[in-house]
């Protein structure tokens, strides 16, 4: 992934980090004061060797012997030898054991000097329990495990407490600071990684990046989400001036220069599967392709759940069917929409058997005088990985329009789409992403303005009279319509 793409993570999932983030932070804060405060108090021995009236020598072999000596008094801090005397002196509640997991000596590197610490909840106690661990230490050292040559002597090692030790004034543990900071830590690492998860888990289509790691086919357009598309879906002409209307007239540009062969314009809008707004997406372009003077045929090609005649409000009951199983002519089923020359053609009866019509003769015979008469052609077709249908008029047509919605449509979905196209040899001319965000990080900058007032026409469309079923009668006889 790009830098981009880390950001647009973090964007997106802001929310969830913060909140991480600050429940890491109360964790940590009520972690730190749940637990008991700690205090340690410390104090310091010397072991030196007695060596009164000793030459030279005898003092450096006597400094020699006590730094190899007190590596091993240090472990004999912890022992029952002496801890019980300081159990017994202090009257302390506890054992042995215990008492030696609190306690810890330790000497500096090529020194004779010997560290005990003691950590207790209470500074009053810490400082009394280190300072009776030294005095037993000693005691067990001179009087015990160093005992006296000869009796009436003194013990050759000699144990001097350097520094007593003294209450502390502040506990050790626990670091507030800094287990708040470790708990903030720890929750923006976990929100961090859960955003990565989500991330990387999440399948669905979300910007036009992610469409171009799929295909290097030409991202003809994004429409951005409208929340209200069911309730107007015919965006360019209910409202022509508002910035989604400007994506449609964005999308027909972008198609009018398409890099097509010479020959019909004739186009298949369909999508991997269904609620992509693939029908709404056909009928838009139809609508803002014929606002440029253009002859424009819709032809409702779904014969298996038709939308356009729904969308339109125009009678739906003969159409296409009808037209391939000859009951009625091309001219007869046209309907003329609106002001312009944009015809429909719509879907008619449902068949039983949409792919065969479709990829029948008749097919071939309804086309072709469309596409010489009309500037363009567009086919309104079912997703493609549920039927063959878009792929059986995709052959028929100059090529596939793919609709992907942003969070919707999964990639995997779009790859076999884009698949299935590929084997069975239509080309695809592009892909159109509905459904964009408006806002965050997966938002498209369709429009941020809307220029000039906007209204919404009354016109209601008017079917194709018998004097509009033969419009220019020089150019009918010429496509042969």
């Known amino acids: 992934m790009e830098l981009r793409d880390y950001v647009r993570i973090l964007h997106k999932n802001w ?4 909140v991480l983030l600050l429940l890491g932070l109360g964790g940590g804060t009520a972690y730190a004061l749940l637990q008991q405060p700690k205090y340690v108090a410390s104090t310091q021995l010397y072991v030196s060797v007695r060596t009164e009236g000793a030459a030279t020598g005898d003092l450096v072999q006597g400094t020699t012997f006590a730094r190899q000596m007190v590596t091993s008094y240090v472990d004999v801090v912890g022992t029952a030898l002496v801890l019980e005397p300081v159990i017994e002196e202090l ?8 008492l030696s997991s609190r306690i810890s000596a330790s000497t500096p590197l090529n020194t004779v000097l010997i560290d005990i610490a003691v950590t207790d909840g209470d500074a009053d ?58 708990g903030g830590i720890l929750g923006l690492a976990a929100g961090i990684g859960l955003a990565m998860l989500r991330t990387v888990l999440d399948t669905r289509i979300h910007t036009l990046h ?11 357009g994004g429409i951005a989400y409208d929340p209200d598309a069911t309730k107007r879906p015919l965006i360019v002409h209910a409202d022509p001036r508002s910035p989604r209307a400007e994506s449609f007239r964005t999308l027909r540009t972008n198609l009018q220069f ?16 269904p609620g992509e707004g693939k029908s ?19 032809i409702d090609g779904d014969l298996r759940l038709p939308r356009v005649a729904e969308y339109l409000g125009i009678e739906g009951g003969v159409g296409l069917t009808d037209v391939l199983i000859g009951r009625i002519d091309v001219p007869d089923a046209l309907q003329k929409w609106g002001a312009n020359d944009l015809y429909v053609l ?5 068949p039983p058997n949409p792919s065969e019509l479709l990829g029948s003769a008749a097919m071939d015979q309804v086309l072709k005088p469309l596409g010489e008469y009309f500037d363009y052609v567009l086919i309104d077709a079912p997703p493609l990985l549920l039927v063959t249908d878009a792929a059986v008029i995709g052959k028929k047509a100059r090529g596939v329009i793919l609709a992907a919605a942003s969070g919707k449509t999964k990639k995997q979905e779009l790859t076999g789409a884009i698949r299935t196209l590929d084997t069975a040899g239509v080309s695809m001319l592009g892909v159109v992403v509905t459904m964009l965000p408006t806002k965050g990080p997966d938002s498209y900058a369709y429009g941020a303005y809307t220029y000039g007032s906007t ?4 016109q209601a469309p008017t079917e194709l009279s018998t004097a509009q079923a033969k419009p220019k009668r020089r150019a009918k006889a010429k496509a042969g319509v």
């Not at 009257?91 to 215990?98: C, G, I, K, Q, W």
């Not at 230490?137 to 000699?158: D, M, Y």
């Not at 398409?258 to 999508?271: A, C, K, Q, Y």
């Not at 709404?280 to 819709?298: C, K, P, S």
């Open 280 to 298: 709404t997406t056909t009928a838009n372009l139809a609508i803002a392709l014929a606002e440029t003077g253009a002859r424009v045929a819709l």
């Open 125 to 182: 106690t810490a400082a009394d329990i280190a300072n009776e661990v030294a005095k037993s230490f000693s005691a067990a050292v001179q009087g015990t495990l160093e005992q006296p040559a000869a009796e009436g002597t003194t013990s050759p090692v000699q144990i001097t407490i350097t520094e007593p030790s003294v209450p502390p004034t502040a506990p050790t543990s626990p670091n507030v600071r800094m287990l708040i900071l470790l």
């Open 455 to 458: 209204h919404t026409l009354e």
């Open 15 to 18: 929310i969830l980090i913060l």
């Open 258 to 273: 398409l890099n097509v062969e010479s020959g019909p314009r004739i186009f298949v809008v369909s999508s991997s599967g």
């Open 91 to 98: 009257n302390l509640d506890t054992s042995v054991a215990a």
């Open 346 to 350: 719509p879907s008619g009866r449902i």
């Open 210 to 220: 992610d469409i171009e790691n799929i295909t290097d086919k030409p991202m003809l």
